[in-house]
């Protein structure tokens, strides 16, 4: 099956979705969740994760899977814009948990594993220093170095514009470095 074939067939499939044919949302899901599965994964960075955003995606193609126009857009493009935005409030959810219970405590245990902070006293240093942050930029640093967050995915985490993330991480990283070296 050529390109333009198989885009024509999940454009079909789409529509089968949204008159609620079950086998058209299986050969759906088949076509498609591998390459939807792999963008999940590269915004979210956890497999886990990645794995909740690409159910929580097919539960919303086959509620709005009438919403798909054709003349709008290819299929998988729609598929893919419904998985970043579940990818990207899962972000939100997951910055608002953090926030919430502590990032700092939950990534100390990463923290204490790596080789950067292999002894009791570099880490009861890092801390100390960590607690001296603010709270949003000290749990941006925290997701970026310790969960592997890009910049893009704190600032929609967090809700705010990719350069008052870059503000925090630059500024917490030379407050750390300073409070670490004093």
Same mark, same amino acid.
């Given at each position: 099956?050529?390109?333009?074939?198989?885009? =024509?067939? @999940?454009? $079909?499939?789409?529509?089968?979705?949204?008159?609620?044919?079950? $086998?058209? /949302?299986?050969?759906?899901?088949?076509?498609? %969740?591998?390459?939807? /599965?792999?963008?999940?994964?590269?915004?979210? !960075?956890?497999?886990?994760?990645? $794995?909740? *955003? @690409?159910? $929580?995606?097919?539960?919303?193609?086959?509620?709005?899977?009438?919403?798909?126009?054709?003349?709008?857009?290819?299929?998988? =493009?729609?598929?893919?814009?419904?998985?970043?935005?579940?990818?990207?409030?899962?972000?939100?959810?997951?910055?608002?948990?953090? &926030? %919430?219970?502590?990032?700092?405590?939950?990534?100390?245990?990463?923290?204490?594993? %790596?080789?950067?902070?292999?002894?009791?006293? &570099?880490? !009861?240093?890092?801390?100390?220093? @960590?607690?001296?942050?603010?709270?949003?930029?000290?749990?941006?640093?925290?997701?970026?170095?310790?969960?592997?967050?890009?910049?893009? &995915?704190?600032?929609?985490?967090?809700? *705010?514009?990719?350069?008052?993330?870059? %503000?925090?991480?630059?500024?917490?990283?030379?407050?750390?470095?300073?409070?670490?070296?004093?």
């Amino acid at each position: 099956m050529t390109k333009d074939q198989s885009a =024509g067939r @999940l454009s $079909e499939l789409l529509r089968a979705t949204a008159r609620r044919d079950r $086998e058209a /949302f299986a050969e759906l899901y088949g076509r498609s %969740s591998a390459k939807l /599965f792999g963008i999940a994964l590269r915004i979210l !960075r956890q497999r886990e994760w990645a $794995e909740e *955003v @690409l159910q $929580e995606s097919f539960v919303a193609v086959w509620d709005r899977a009438g919403d798909y126009d054709p003349a709008r857009g290819s299929a998988m =493009g729609w598929l893919v814009t419904i998985v970043r935005h579940c990818a990207i409030d899962q972000l939100r959810r997951s910055a608002a948990r953090a &926030e %919430s219970r502590g990032v700092a405590d939950a990534a100390l245990p990463t923290l204490a594993a %790596s080789e950067s902070a292999d002894s009791g006293a &570099e880490l !009861r240093a890092l801390q100390r220093c @960590l607690d001296e942050l603010d709270q949003r930029p000290r749990n941006a640093v925290l997701l970026a170095y310790c969960y592997g967050l890009t910049r893009d &995915e704190l600032a929609a985490g967090f809700g *705010v514009p990719v350069g008052t993330v870059k %503000s925090w991480l630059r500024r917490s990283l030379e407050r750390l470095r300073k409070c670490l070296e004093g």
